[in-house]
């Protein structure tokens, strides 16, 4: 599987980049472990995403063995997706990206109510 | 500034990947948080980033209240860059990066090791 940061790859910060670095990645990952199963709410909560980039991280999550993938229906097919151990792991992650989220990136105003 | 996740902005951890999640961006940081000042140190440390891109990053770090730069020098002009309060207050996002890929992620033997 290509790597961006292979030349890296003796430390552990440049591992996780290169598992959780793609572009909306962390933000699935964010939604699985709010509990999120399915497809179509992933698609909806991740407002913007093209529908084929959120399928390609998913399988690619599934690759690197941080989501797993449960088929609930054969007729027509419909999967579920779970965060495995190994995906459950990075909450400390997610949670040290949200406290400082919270503390030092607050929410810019829209440009209409600073004008008023 | 031009924001990936700008509707996903009511979400902590979507603005925090606004600021950390470009390609190379953490790498900086940790290299920051180790201690390291001067760019040519950045440079020969993130083997394999392109200079252009190294010298954007940082102008976006400092545009964005992570990272100061001082100049050391003028003649000739040489600065040095230091993390900010705001910057330092990552240092639990690093941490947490650093622990999953230990624990989690190890360093893929060469294939050439494999293959013996």
Do not use: F
């Not at 793609?22 to 509990?35: A, E, F, K, N």
């Not at 991740?46 to 959120?54: A, M, Q, T, V």
């Not at 390609?56 to 027509?76: M, N």
């Amino acid at each position: 599987m290509p790597r961006v940061y292979r030349g890296q790859d003796i430390c552990p910060v440049a591992r996780t980049m290169d598992i959780i670095g793609q572009r909306w990645t962390v933000l699935i990952l964010r939604d699985l472990s709010r509990g999120m199963r399915r497809y179509s709410e992933l698609l909806e909560s991740l407002g913007g995403i093209p529908s084929n980039l959120l399928s390609e991280r998913l399988k690619q999550l599934e690759a690197d063995g941080i989501v797993t993938r449960v088929l609930y229906s054969e007729h027509p097919p419909r999967a579920e997706y779970e965060l495995t151990e190994k995906g459950k792991a990075l909450g400390p992650v997610i949670k040290a990206m949200y406290r400082w989220g919270t503390e030092w990136q607050p929410r810019e105003e829209p440009a209409e109510a600073r004008s008023r």
